[in-house]
């Protein structure tokens, strides 16, 4: 049986068992749909915008505002400390433009951070390679 947008679920013989097993596979495809929202939206057209509305409302609500973590716990505006997010673009050899977000160190990070205050050089990582004379050294750097 062929099921066009504008078909009303139950009119096409649906039933509440029926509708559980559509929840059960709308659910499985990864639309958080329940056997209540298929009583309340029966046509696929009203089913697609309620979800389409949910979806929207959802990542509305997960989105994180930019900048908000760096300057956690402070008052300080950061569209306003320009200075502060210029030395950050000068470190990462970017504009200010090109940066989209920063954000704050892990629990892990500031240890390392910490420490390295006091023992320089204690986490940093330094491999040594003979390179062959036949590699030309311009080339490789540019590489």
């Not at 009119?11 to 509440?16: A, K, L, M, R, V």
């Not at 329940?34 to 509305?60: C, G, I, N, S």
């Not at 200075?83 to 673009?89: C, D, K, M, S, T």
Request: hydrophobic letters at 40%; one cysteine or more; a negative charge.
């Amino acid at each position: 049986m062929r099921v066009g947008i504008h078909d009303h679920f139950f009119y096409q013989g649906g039933d509440s068992f029926t509708a559980m097993r559509l929840v059960s596979a709308a659910n499985s495809s990864g639309f958080p749909v329940t056997v209540a929202d298929v009583f309340r939206y029966p046509k696929l057209e009203e089913m697609a915008a309620y979800l389409d509305e949910q979806t929207a409302l959802h990542q509305e609500a997960n989105e994180i505002p930019r900048f908000s973590l760096w300057k956690q716990g402070t008052d300080t505006d950061l569209q306003c400390d320009k200075p502060q997010l210029q030395r950050v673009a000068d470190l990462c050899k970017t504009s200010i433009e090109d940066i989209e977000d920063v954000y704050p160190c892990t629990p892990l990070q500031e240890g390392l951070m910490a420490i390295t205050t006091q023992q320089p050089g204690a986490y940093i990582g330094r491999w040594v390679f003979r390179i062959h004379k036949t590699v030309e050294i311009v080339a490789f750097k540019e590489a």
